[in-house]
Protein backbone atom coordinates (compact mmCIF):
# COMPACT_ATOMS: atom_id res chain seq x y z
CA UNK A 1 0.00 0.00 0.00
CA UNK A 2 2.90 2.26 0.98
CA UNK A 3 4.43 1.72 -2.45
CA UNK A 4 0.77 2.86 -3.98
CA UNK A 5 0.57 5.61 -2.45
CA UNK A 6 4.42 6.61 -3.33
CA UNK A 7 2.94 6.40 -6.79
CA UNK A 8 0.15 8.77 -6.65
CA UNK A 9 1.56 11.41 -5.20
CA UNK A 10 4.58 11.17 -7.34
CA UNK A 11 1.97 11.43 -10.16
CA UNK A 12 0.20 13.83 -9.06
CA UNK A 13 2.92 16.38 -7.89
CA UNK A 14 4.30 15.76 -11.71
CA UNK A 15 0.88 17.04 -12.81
CA UNK A 16 0.97 20.13 -10.45
CA UNK A 17 4.18 20.90 -11.74
CA UNK A 18 3.31 21.17 -15.50
CA UNK A 19 0.27 23.21 -14.57
CA UNK A 20 1.06 25.79 -12.04
CA UNK A 21 -2.25 27.95 -12.57
CA UNK A 22 -3.57 25.96 -9.46
CA UNK A 23 -1.43 28.68 -7.79
CA UNK A 24 -3.38 31.60 -9.49
CA UNK A 25 -6.28 31.51 -6.32
CA UNK A 26 -4.51 31.48 -3.43
CA UNK A 27 -2.05 34.65 -4.59
CA UNK A 28 -5.11 36.66 -5.32
CA UNK A 29 -8.07 36.14 -2.86
CA UNK A 30 -5.97 37.15 0.34
CA UNK A 31 -4.52 40.21 -1.51
CA UNK A 32 -8.12 41.39 -2.88
CA UNK A 33 -9.49 40.88 0.90
CA UNK A 34 -6.63 42.48 2.74
CA UNK A 35 -7.04 45.62 0.37
CA UNK A 36 -11.11 45.90 0.55
CA UNK A 37 -10.94 45.65 4.65
CA UNK A 38 -7.97 48.20 4.67
CA UNK A 39 -10.39 50.79 2.65
CA UNK A 40 -13.20 49.72 4.09
CA UNK A 41 -11.71 49.84 7.96
CA UNK A 42 -9.43 53.26 6.97
CA UNK A 43 -11.54 55.03 5.08
CA UNK A 44 -15.10 53.72 6.00
CA UNK A 45 -15.65 52.24 9.48
CA UNK A 46 -17.50 49.59 9.27
CA UNK A 47 -20.61 51.72 10.43
CA UNK A 48 -19.88 50.26 13.71
CA UNK A 49 -20.63 52.50 17.42
CA UNK A 50 -18.06 51.52 20.49
CA UNK A 51 -19.39 53.49 23.38
CA UNK A 52 -17.52 55.04 26.51
CA UNK A 53 -18.45 56.12 29.23
CA UNK A 54 -18.52 59.16 30.92
CA UNK A 55 -18.66 59.11 34.49
CA UNK A 56 -19.04 62.99 36.59
CA UNK A 57 -18.91 62.63 39.90
CA UNK A 58 -18.25 66.58 40.60
CA UNK A 59 -20.97 69.01 39.87
CA UNK A 60 -18.16 72.03 39.67
CA UNK A 61 -18.26 74.16 36.75
CA UNK A 62 -14.84 72.83 35.63
CA UNK A 63 -16.01 69.14 35.97
CA UNK A 64 -19.10 70.36 33.51
CA UNK A 65 -16.01 72.04 31.33
CA UNK A 66 -14.22 69.22 31.16
CA UNK A 67 -16.91 66.77 30.30
CA UNK A 68 -17.70 69.10 27.87
CA UNK A 69 -14.73 68.99 26.22
CA UNK A 70 -14.98 64.81 26.21
CA UNK A 71 -18.09 64.63 24.67
CA UNK A 72 -17.08 66.88 21.88
CA UNK A 73 -13.85 65.40 20.90
CA UNK A 74 -15.58 62.51 20.75
CA UNK A 75 -18.97 63.49 18.74
CA UNK A 76 -17.49 65.53 16.18
CA UNK A 77 -15.54 62.58 14.77
CA UNK A 78 -15.79 61.89 10.99
CA UNK A 79 -16.44 57.97 12.03
CA UNK A 80 -19.15 56.44 13.47
CA UNK A 81 -17.09 54.15 15.77
CA UNK A 82 -17.54 56.66 18.93
CA UNK A 83 -19.58 56.99 21.19
CA UNK A 84 -20.00 59.09 24.70
CA UNK A 85 -23.02 58.01 27.51
CA UNK A 86 -22.92 59.30 30.93
CA UNK A 87 -23.06 56.80 33.57
CA UNK A 88 -23.45 56.07 37.25
CA UNK A 89 -20.12 54.78 38.87
CA UNK A 90 -21.84 51.90 39.64
CA UNK A 91 -23.46 51.12 36.37
CA UNK A 92 -20.44 52.23 34.26
CA UNK A 93 -18.24 50.14 36.28
CA UNK A 94 -20.16 46.98 35.35
CA UNK A 95 -21.14 47.62 31.97
CA UNK A 96 -17.24 47.70 31.87
CA UNK A 97 -16.15 44.55 33.51
CA UNK A 98 -18.06 42.53 30.89
CA UNK A 99 -16.62 44.46 28.38
CA UNK A 100 -20.14 46.22 27.02
CA UNK A 101 -18.64 49.17 27.44
CA UNK A 102 -14.81 49.85 25.26
CA UNK A 103 -14.14 52.13 28.83
CA UNK A 104 -15.36 54.38 30.75
CA UNK A 105 -13.57 57.98 31.88
CA UNK A 106 -13.85 59.27 35.68
CA UNK A 107 -14.31 63.02 36.77
CA UNK A 108 -14.34 62.28 40.28
CA UNK A 109 -15.51 64.77 42.99
CA UNK A 110 -12.95 66.86 43.98
CA UNK A 111 -12.00 68.00 40.39
CA UNK A 112 -13.13 71.70 40.52
CA UNK A 113 -11.63 71.94 44.58
CA UNK A 114 -8.55 70.84 43.36
CA UNK A 115 -8.44 72.97 40.50
CA UNK A 116 -9.37 75.99 42.26
CA UNK A 117 -7.22 75.75 44.93
CA UNK A 118 -3.99 75.49 42.69
CA UNK A 119 -3.97 71.72 42.82
CA UNK A 120 -4.03 68.93 39.93
CA UNK A 121 -7.32 67.99 38.92
CA UNK A 122 -6.99 64.17 38.14
CA UNK A 123 -9.17 62.32 34.87
CA UNK A 124 -9.38 58.42 35.10
CA UNK A 125 -9.22 56.81 32.04
CA UNK A 126 -9.99 52.77 32.23
CA UNK A 127 -10.04 51.52 28.70
CA UNK A 128 -11.10 47.62 27.47
CA UNK A 129 -8.31 46.97 25.39
CA UNK A 130 -10.54 44.39 23.03
CA UNK A 131 -10.13 45.95 20.07
CA UNK A 132 -6.54 47.61 19.60
CA UNK A 133 -7.31 49.96 16.56
CA UNK A 134 -10.65 51.56 18.15
CA UNK A 135 -8.97 51.53 21.73
CA UNK A 136 -6.16 54.05 19.87
CA UNK A 137 -8.27 56.59 18.48
CA UNK A 138 -10.38 56.50 22.19
CA UNK A 139 -7.46 56.95 23.89
CA UNK A 140 -5.98 59.54 21.45
CA UNK A 141 -9.34 61.56 21.88
CA UNK A 142 -9.90 61.78 25.58
CA UNK A 143 -5.81 62.69 25.84
CA UNK A 144 -6.67 65.63 23.23
CA UNK A 145 -9.17 66.35 25.45
CA UNK A 146 -7.18 66.62 28.60
CA UNK A 147 -4.57 69.05 26.51
CA UNK A 148 -7.11 71.13 25.36
CA UNK A 149 -8.16 71.50 28.95
CA UNK A 150 -5.19 72.65 29.34
CA UNK A 151 -4.76 74.91 26.89
CA UNK A 152 -1.19 75.49 25.78
CA UNK A 153 0.48 72.53 26.08
CA UNK A 154 1.87 71.30 22.68
CA UNK A 155 2.34 68.08 21.38
CA UNK A 156 4.45 65.73 20.89
CA UNK A 157 7.09 67.54 23.18
CA UNK A 158 5.25 69.30 25.55
CA UNK A 159 5.58 70.51 29.36
CA UNK A 160 2.57 69.70 31.76
CA UNK A 161 4.55 70.12 35.23
CA UNK A 162 2.24 73.41 35.79
CA UNK A 163 -0.57 71.18 34.36
CA UNK A 164 -4.17 71.77 36.00
CA UNK A 165 -5.13 68.28 34.69
CA UNK A 166 -3.40 65.23 34.30
CA UNK A 167 -4.68 61.32 32.84
CA UNK A 168 -4.63 58.30 34.74
CA UNK A 169 -5.11 55.34 32.35
CA UNK A 170 -5.49 52.33 33.11
CA UNK A 171 -6.12 48.70 30.82
CA UNK A 172 -8.21 45.78 31.96
CA UNK A 173 -7.34 43.62 29.08
CA UNK A 174 -4.19 42.21 27.76
CA UNK A 175 -3.19 44.20 24.49
CA UNK A 176 -4.93 42.41 21.10
CA UNK A 177 -3.76 42.66 17.83
CA UNK A 178 -5.01 45.58 15.39
CA UNK A 179 -7.68 44.77 12.84
CA UNK A 180 -5.06 45.19 9.96
CA UNK A 181 -3.06 42.53 11.62
CA UNK A 182 -5.51 39.97 12.35
CA UNK A 183 -6.59 40.63 8.94
CA UNK A 184 -3.00 39.75 7.82
CA UNK A 185 -2.41 36.32 10.04
CA UNK A 186 -6.35 34.93 8.37
CA UNK A 187 -5.21 36.66 5.02
CA UNK A 188 -2.18 33.98 5.07
CA UNK A 189 -4.14 31.42 6.21
CA UNK A 190 -6.96 31.91 3.28
CA UNK A 191 -4.14 32.08 0.97
CA UNK A 192 -3.37 28.44 2.14
CA UNK A 193 -7.06 27.34 2.29
CA UNK A 194 -7.39 28.69 -1.30
CA UNK A 195 -4.83 26.66 -2.91
CA UNK A 196 -5.23 23.41 -0.74
CA UNK A 197 -9.25 23.56 -1.94
CA UNK A 198 -8.67 24.72 -5.65
CA UNK A 199 -5.87 23.02 -6.62
CA UNK A 200 -7.70 19.29 -5.76
CA UNK A 201 -10.55 20.44 -7.42
CA UNK A 202 -8.77 21.22 -10.65
CA UNK A 203 -6.72 18.37 -10.68
CA UNK A 204 -9.67 16.22 -10.36
CA UNK A 205 -11.72 17.67 -12.86
CA UNK A 206 -9.18 18.22 -14.96
CA UNK A 207 -8.66 13.92 -14.59
CA UNK A 208 -11.93 13.64 -16.02
CA UNK A 209 -12.07 15.81 -18.69
CA UNK A 210 -8.71 13.78 -20.23
CA UNK A 211 -10.57 10.39 -18.84
CA UNK A 212 -7.31 9.81 -17.21
CA UNK A 213 -9.22 9.01 -14.14
CA UNK A 214 -11.01 6.26 -15.22
CA UNK A 215 -7.16 4.99 -15.78
CA UNK A 216 -5.91 5.66 -12.34
CA UNK A 217 -9.57 4.26 -11.11
CA UNK A 218 -8.82 1.01 -12.57
CA UNK A 219 -5.46 0.33 -11.40
CA UNK A 220 -4.60 -2.46 -8.96
CA UNK A 221 -4.16 0.30 -5.89
CA UNK A 222 -7.31 0.44 -3.34
CA UNK A 223 -9.35 3.54 -3.52
CA UNK A 224 -8.08 4.25 0.02
CA UNK A 225 -4.54 4.20 -1.00
CA UNK A 226 -5.60 6.62 -3.78
CA UNK A 227 -7.00 9.49 -1.76
CA UNK A 228 -4.56 9.27 1.19
CA UNK A 229 -1.86 9.77 -1.72
CA UNK A 230 -3.49 12.83 -3.50
CA UNK A 231 -3.74 14.27 -0.27
CA UNK A 232 -0.35 13.93 0.88
CA UNK A 233 0.26 15.43 -2.77
CA UNK A 234 -1.62 18.31 -2.28
CA UNK A 235 0.26 19.35 1.22
CA UNK A 236 3.65 20.89 -0.89
CA UNK A 237 0.95 22.47 -3.17
CA UNK A 238 -0.32 24.68 -0.40
CA UNK A 239 2.72 25.37 1.41
CA UNK A 240 4.33 26.25 -2.15
CA UNK A 241 1.89 29.24 -2.57
CA UNK A 242 2.70 30.63 1.19
CA UNK A 243 6.61 30.77 0.29
CA UNK A 244 4.77 34.00 -1.75
CA UNK A 245 2.13 35.52 0.03
CA UNK A 246 3.49 35.05 3.69
CA UNK A 247 6.64 37.42 2.81
CA UNK A 248 4.46 39.41 0.88
CA UNK A 249 2.27 39.68 3.83
CA UNK A 250 4.36 40.05 6.69
CA UNK A 251 6.77 43.08 5.54
CA UNK A 252 4.16 45.31 3.74
CA UNK A 253 1.73 44.56 6.71
CA UNK A 254 4.62 44.25 9.51
CA UNK A 255 2.51 41.34 10.96
CA UNK A 256 4.88 38.76 12.92
CA UNK A 257 3.67 35.25 14.45
CA UNK A 258 4.46 35.68 17.77
CA UNK A 259 2.55 32.49 18.74
CA UNK A 260 4.11 28.71 18.61
CA UNK A 261 5.40 27.44 14.83
CA UNK A 262 5.23 24.09 15.06
CA UNK A 263 1.20 24.25 16.38
CA UNK A 264 0.83 27.00 13.66
CA UNK A 265 2.39 24.14 10.89
CA UNK A 266 -0.24 21.57 12.40
CA UNK A 267 -2.76 24.25 12.26
CA UNK A 268 -1.85 23.95 8.51
CA UNK A 269 -1.72 20.07 8.41
CA UNK A 270 -4.87 19.61 9.87
CA UNK A 271 -6.49 22.10 7.21
CA UNK A 272 -5.20 20.98 4.45
CA UNK A 273 -5.88 17.06 5.51
CA UNK A 274 -10.22 18.57 6.13
CA UNK A 275 -9.94 20.52 2.72
CA UNK A 276 -8.52 18.13 0.14
CA UNK A 277 -10.94 15.95 0.23
CA UNK A 278 -13.26 18.35 -0.19
CA UNK A 279 -11.86 19.60 -3.14
CA UNK A 280 -11.76 15.65 -4.57
CA UNK A 281 -15.46 15.92 -4.47
CA UNK A 282 -16.45 19.47 -5.97
CA UNK A 283 -13.88 17.83 -8.96
CA UNK A 284 -15.88 14.60 -9.21
CA UNK A 285 -18.83 16.22 -9.64
CA UNK A 286 -18.46 19.32 -11.22
CA UNK A 287 -16.00 17.45 -13.84
CA UNK A 288 -15.02 20.82 -15.45
CA UNK A 289 -11.34 22.46 -14.76
CA UNK A 290 -13.08 26.10 -14.70
CA UNK A 291 -16.03 25.25 -13.10
CA UNK A 292 -14.50 23.60 -10.60
CA UNK A 293 -12.06 26.39 -9.68
CA UNK A 294 -14.84 28.67 -9.45
CA UNK A 295 -17.00 26.37 -7.21
CA UNK A 296 -13.51 25.85 -4.85
CA UNK A 297 -13.08 29.71 -4.96
CA UNK A 298 -16.80 30.66 -3.70
CA UNK A 299 -16.21 27.80 -1.04
CA UNK A 300 -13.51 29.19 -0.21
CA UNK A 301 -15.01 32.52 -0.03
CA UNK A 302 -18.38 31.69 1.78
CA UNK A 303 -15.94 29.42 4.75
CA UNK A 304 -13.87 32.38 5.12
CA UNK A 305 -16.71 34.69 5.62
CA UNK A 306 -18.72 32.36 7.27
CA UNK A 307 -16.22 31.10 9.88
CA UNK A 308 -15.31 34.37 11.42
CA UNK A 309 -12.42 35.44 8.59
CA UNK A 310 -13.83 38.96 9.51
CA UNK A 311 -16.54 39.39 12.09
CA UNK A 312 -16.51 37.01 15.16
CA UNK A 313 -19.39 34.15 14.90
CA UNK A 314 -20.01 34.34 18.81
CA UNK A 315 -22.10 37.62 16.50
CA UNK A 316 -24.41 35.68 14.84
CA UNK A 317 -27.24 33.82 16.80
CA UNK A 318 -26.92 30.71 18.42
CA UNK A 319 -28.99 28.70 16.17
CA UNK A 320 -26.90 29.93 12.97
CA UNK A 321 -23.74 29.64 15.51
CA UNK A 322 -24.36 25.75 15.23
CA UNK A 323 -24.67 25.36 11.53
CA UNK A 324 -21.16 27.84 11.53
CA UNK A 325 -19.39 25.81 13.80
CA UNK A 326 -19.91 22.28 11.61
CA UNK A 327 -17.83 24.06 8.63
CA UNK A 328 -14.45 22.92 9.17
CA UNK A 329 -12.95 26.16 7.99
CA UNK A 330 -14.47 27.88 11.36
CA UNK A 331 -12.10 25.59 13.28
CA UNK A 332 -8.88 26.17 11.14
CA UNK A 333 -9.92 30.41 11.37
CA UNK A 334 -10.09 29.88 15.08
CA UNK A 335 -7.05 27.72 15.70
CA UNK A 336 -5.02 29.83 13.37
CA UNK A 337 -5.75 33.61 14.64
CA UNK A 338 -5.45 31.99 18.34
CA UNK A 339 -2.03 30.46 17.60
CA UNK A 340 -0.87 33.35 15.52
CA UNK A 341 -1.04 35.92 18.20
CA UNK A 342 -0.33 34.07 21.53
CA UNK A 343 1.56 31.02 22.89
CA UNK A 344 -1.77 29.56 24.12
CA UNK A 345 -2.46 25.81 23.91
CA UNK A 346 -5.84 25.92 25.62
CA UNK A 347 -9.20 24.96 23.50
CA UNK A 348 -7.52 23.69 20.61
CA UNK A 349 -7.69 20.22 21.10
CA UNK A 350 -11.59 20.23 20.30
CA UNK A 351 -11.41 22.12 17.13
CA UNK A 352 -7.77 20.12 16.09
CA UNK A 353 -9.82 16.42 16.58
CA UNK A 354 -12.69 17.92 14.83
CA UNK A 355 -10.62 18.89 11.32
CA UNK A 356 -9.39 15.35 11.76
CA UNK A 357 -12.45 13.84 12.11
CA UNK A 358 -14.07 15.63 8.66
CA UNK A 359 -10.66 14.56 7.14
CA UNK A 360 -11.28 10.57 7.87
CA UNK A 361 -15.17 10.84 7.45
CA UNK A 362 -14.84 12.98 4.03
CA UNK A 363 -11.87 10.60 2.95
CA UNK A 364 -14.29 7.35 3.43
CA UNK A 365 -16.26 9.56 1.33
CA UNK A 366 -14.48 10.17 -1.80
CA UNK A 367 -13.51 6.41 -1.53
CA UNK A 368 -16.95 5.07 -1.90
CA UNK A 369 -18.17 7.73 -4.47
CA UNK A 370 -14.25 6.11 -6.44
CA UNK A 371 -15.69 2.65 -6.43
CA UNK A 372 -19.06 3.67 -7.83
CA UNK A 373 -17.25 6.04 -10.28
CA UNK A 374 -15.59 1.98 -11.21
CA UNK A 375 -18.85 0.23 -11.32
CA UNK A 376 -20.81 2.98 -13.38
CA UNK A 377 -18.14 2.79 -16.24
Same mark, same amino acid.
Given at each position: ?????????????????????????? /???????? !????????????? $????????????????????????????????????????????????????????????? $???????????????? !?????????????????????????????????????????????????????????????????????????????? /?????? $???????????????????????????????????????????????????? !??????? !??????????????????????????????????????????????????????????????????????????????????????????????????????????? $???
Amino acid at each position: MLREIAAIVKKDLKQAKRDPRFLAPS /LIIPFVFI !LVYSIMWSSVGGG $ESFTCGLVVQDVSPQANDMAGIIENMVSTTNHTWFKIERYDLETASDLYQSTQLIGYILIP $EGFGANISSGQKGMVV !LFINNANDDVVKNYVHRIEAAVLLYNQGAISPEFDQSGARVALDETLFLPVTPSNIAYMGAAGILLSFMSCALASQAM /LTATEF $ETGAIHDLLSSPASRFAIVIGRTIAAIPRSFLAMLITVPVITLSLDVYPTGN !LLVLFVV !LLLTVLALVPLGELIGMKVRNREQSLLASVLLTVVGFLAGGGLAPIGLAPYSIRIILLSIPTTHSIGLWTRVFFSETLLGLWLSGLYLLGTWLVLTIVVSRLMRREV $ERS
